[in-house]
């Protein structure tokens, strides 16, 4: 089915291990999205990119690097993990860049990352 | 501090039984978008509103936008064990442009 898909589902590091998170969506969006969620804390907005080419900081950036590989991929990377990184990370897409009311963002199944 | 601000943070109710959860802010938002999220899945859009004072109705679920777009509004009307999730608002403030900003949720279970 066409939508936001995200590998690994799950994944356990040691303190100061890398990894990179990847995103790829079919739906021919614009922006892409990095959230992270955390209990009774909401999304948090990590990274974004508005458009093939870009890329923001959102909220919560420290700790992160992203990469727009091309117009379906955006990419989360971990140079030093640490367990504050510990959560449930989610990309998602939109059409545009701006909101869309009607389609509004198209969110992955997650990748639930746990740092030791 | 959480720009948007969800209540209650949990509900447990039984089927049947109506619920009102709100989502308020200071901020002025462009449109504010609700989301159903099931465990180990990621939030789907259940409606958009941009309108002041707006009400949409999907079925037995009343969304409505605060006439100064600062805050919402979802009631349920005789809730149902299918309804159980975390629902999220969502807003988008007129300064960020493209970017949401998520409530904390509200994680309602309607017991049978």
Redesign the interface.
């Given at each position: 089915n066409a939508g936001?898909t995200q590998t690994p589902k799950f994944q356990v590091l040691k303190t100061g291990q890398s990894m990179t998170l990847q995103c790829a969506q079919d739906m021919n969006h614009n922006?892409m999205?990095w959230?992270r969620q955390d209990p009774?804390?909401?999304?948090?907005?990590i990274y974004?990119s508005?458009s093939e080419g870009t890329t923001d900081k959102?909220?919560v950036p420290n700790g992160y690097n992203v990469s727009r590989l091309n117009k379906r991929e955006f990419s989360l990377r971990l140079e030093s993990a640490a367990p504050s990184q510990t959560s449930v990370y989610?990309c998602?897409s939109?059409p545009?860049?701006?909101?869309d009311?009607?389609?509004?963002?198209t969110?992955?199944?997650?990748t639930r990352l746990t740092v030791v | 501090t959480?720009l948007?601000e969800?209540s209650p943070?949990f509900l447990s109710i039984q089927e049947g039984e109506n619920l009102t959860v709100y989502c308020n802010s200071s901020s002025v938002f462009?449109?504010l978008?609700w989301?159903r999220q099931e465990p180990?899945?990621?939030?789907?859009?259940l409606v958009?509103v941009?309108t002041g004072g707006e009400v949409k109705k999907l079925k037995r679920l009343t969304f409505q936008f605060g006439d100064a777009r600062k805050d919402s509004s979802l009631h349920i009307t005789a809730a149902q064990p299918g309804d159980t999730g975390l629902y999220?608002c969502?807003g988008?403030e007129e300064t960020s442009?493209?970017?949401?900003?998520?409530?904390?949720?509200t994680q309602l279970t309607v017991n049978p």
């Open positions: 936001v922006s999205y959230y009774g804390m909401g999304l948090r907005l974004y508005a959102g909220e989610f998602a939109s545009q860049g701006t909101v009311p009607i389609y509004g963002y969110f992955g199944s997650g | 959480q948007l969800q943070q462009s449109s978008q989301y180990g899945e990621g939030p789907v859009l958009t941009v999220l969502a988008d442009g493209s970017r949401l900003t998520f409530g904390e949720g």
